[in-house]
């Protein structure tokens, strides 16, 4: 099971660092990692990813630019650095085990999606 956490209240333009790590001692293993985001009254939608090899990134469009997605093996975290955060990134974030050519969540286990972390960007 996944657990993320680093979430809290920011202001517009402030920054955020969310960490994913795999709880129970668990660890990543040979996955491809992202984020995912859902807002209040909307569905769940792609933010960023990570494939296994750490060589290559897909962001979403409204966050380029802004986020960075990193993975440590060593820490087995995966992070999301957050600047420039706009008022539309207020939402819950999770992370999961992905498929990086289709950027979309791979549940392989019950339940698919961890507790996640809430961002509130608000003046």
């Known amino acids: 099971q996944l657990v993320e956490s680093g979430g809290g209240l920011v202001q517009p333009g402030g920054s955020l660092r969310l960490s994913c790590t795999a709880a129970a001692g668990g660890n990543f293993g040979l996955y491809s990692m992202g984020w995912f985001r859902q807002a209040p009254g909307k569905e769940r939608e792609f933010v960023a990813s990570?494939?296994?090899?750490?060589?290559?990134?897909h962001y979403a469009d409204s966050v380029k630019g802004r986020f960075t997605i990193s993975m440590d093996d060593a820490e087995n975290t995966v992070d999301l650095q957050m600047n420039n955060l706009k008022v539309e990134d207020t939402a819950v974030y999770y992370c999961?085990?992905?498929?990086?050519?289709?950027?979309?969540?791979?549940?392989?286990?019950?339940?698919?999606w961890g507790q996640g972390t809430q961002v509130t960007v608000s003046s």
């Open positions: 990570i494939n296994w090899s750490k060589t290559n990134r």
């Open positions: 999961n085990k992905v498929i990086f050519a289709a950027d979309q969540e791979l549940c392989d286990t019950t339940p698919c």
